[in-house]
């Protein structure tokens, strides 16, 4: 990232120059397959974080080893200013309680109703009387636009965009610093997605906490991305602006952006000659 743009970057409301992830050296192999080698990555508090990456670069597993799901084969993950693996299991899991997470299909346990599974992190620490866990609840379902009539239902009776915003209100119980989000909008309809996209963004804004975000989908990134980062060649090959990443020469960037949905998303954030539908 060049001065130019980190000038630009920190001057975004809410991004700081403090690191919050600082990935170093990372290798993650499963036997004799090596997904990740050396591989850095450093994430900004307040900003929206995007891994892209062709199948099998390691986005998702990535994301479970920065929140501490899978032990990587070397190299460093420090969290929130603490050296992830270093930490006890009782000290890890303290310090997971600053951070929520949204997994892909939601995650939503089946036999609890939509307020039982947001309320299960707050539960978890056991020290939060009752009342308090109901008021944080609804909160949050609030905040996610679902009603009080909606608490009492279960996941099965729930739309899929709905069970995106109760896993959402659940990564959010416990007001985090950080928010992973793993596909959020996978098996949305394109009004749901850009729905959900806008709830991401406007949370983002009142909350101020930082994202990291693993996505497919390219209007997803450029709705929401501060900086994405590129994973390929067993690393991060470029982590930086969108426009500035379109810079970068690598096969995947010229597929996943440059293809021509790629270039029918960006519109005019398209490299001069190859904009979609123009000279």
Same mark, same amino acid.
């Given at each position: ?33 090596? @997904? ?68 892909? $299909? ?20 056991? $020290?939060?009387?009752?009342?308090? @866990?109901?008021? @944080?609840?609804?909160?949050?379902? $609030? ?22 915003? @109760? ?113």
């Amino acid at each position: 990232m060049n001065a130019a743009t980190q000038n630009r970057l920190f001057a975004e409301d809410g991004v700081t120059t403090e690191p919050v992830i600082s990935v170093r050296g990372l290798r993650t192999a499963f036997g004799d397959h090596v @997904v990740h080698d050396n591989l850095d990555l450093t994430v900004f508090r307040g900003e929206i974080m995007v891994l892209v990456g062709g199948s099998g670069t390691g986005k998702t597993v990535l994301l479970r080893q920065i929140i501490g799901l899978e032990r990587p084969a070397a190299g460093s993950v420090r969290v929130l200013g603490q050296s992830l693996f270093d930490l006890a299991p009782a000290e890890r899991r303290r310090l997971s309680y600053r951070w929520g997470m949204l997994f892909q $299909a939601g995650a939503l346990f089946s036999a609890l109703s939509v307020y039982d599974n947001v309320a299960l992190p707050l539960r978890e620490l056991r $020290a939060i009387p009752e009342d308090l @866990v109901h008021d @944080v609840v609804m909160c949050r379902l $609030a905040m996610v636009g679902l009603s009080a009539q909606d608490a009492g239902k279960r996941p099965s009776d729930l739309s899929g965009g709905m069970v995106k915003r @109760v896993a959402l209100a659940r990564a959010l119980s416990l007001d985090p610093e950080l928010v992973f989000l793993d596909e959020p909008t996978a098996g949305l309809d394109p009004l749901r997605s850009d729905e959900f996209v806008d709830l991401v963004r406007s949370l983002h804004r009142q909350l101020g906490f930082t994202v990291v975000m693993v996505t497919h989908d390219l209007d997803t990134l450029l709705a929401l991305a501060t900086r994405v980062a590129v994973l390929a060649d067993k690393r991060v090959i470029v982590c930086d602006t969108v426009p500035e990443v379109l810079k970068f020469d690598h096969p995947f960037i010229h597929t996943f952006f440059l293809g021509e949905r790629g270039l029918r998303a960006l519109g005019d954030l398209a490299p001069k000659g190859l904009q979609h539908g123009k000279p």
